[in-house]
């Protein structure tokens, strides 16, 4: 049996905006269900209810969001090392790592990336949230002010061709949040054991083999 250690993985400040970030996103893609589609789905009661926490749900996102940036870029100065994958990492990580997903881990193969508190994320995971946390959230932020103020930002919204076009990209927008949630929460249990990477998302430790690479984190 290989030597096991813990190692500290994931700091205070990020667990805290991990989760209220994943809470407000929850919230945001249950009530703007209900806002999309009224007459088939009702969780909060009235319309306007919905209306009023899908639009508390996205200020603390954003204010999550800016917390986050501002967290990476000047306490732990980590944001471009952690989340800005390598030329290696395109060039062979992410098609290794995509093998490894597929295929190679339901043969009990080790993961091809180890993870350590300065390099948390495998190459897929690193391109993934790139593309998550420098356009698609951004965007959405951006959408979804533009949404909750639509008589002041009247001009704006002609020139990006109508609230109808916007409508549209802040749902197709939002669909592809809810698909990476799902993918999110299957690729977490990826672990030695189902719960592994889910464990220092509450304390912050996770179990790593000395020797040799367990699975990869998935925050």
Known sequence: ???????????LPVRIWHWLNAFGIVTLCVTGLQIRFPDYINVFGAYKAAIRL??????VVSISYLLWLTYYLVVARSLLKLYVPTRD????GVFRQAYFYFRTYFLGKPNPHHSTPDHKFNPMQKAAYLVIMFILLPLVIVSGVLLMYVAPMREVLLLLGGIKMLVGAHFLLAC??????FVHIYLAT???TPLAHFKPMWNGWEEENVDDSVRDHTP
Do not use: I, Q, R, W
């Open 54 to 59: 899908h639009n508390t749900a996205g200020m």
């Open 176 to 181: 592809c949040f809810t698909a990476f949630l």
């Open 89 to 92: 990492d395109l060039k062979s």
């Open 1 to 11: 049996m290989k030597p096991k250690e813990m190692v500290y993985m994931t700091p």
């Open 190 to 192: 990826l672990g030695h």
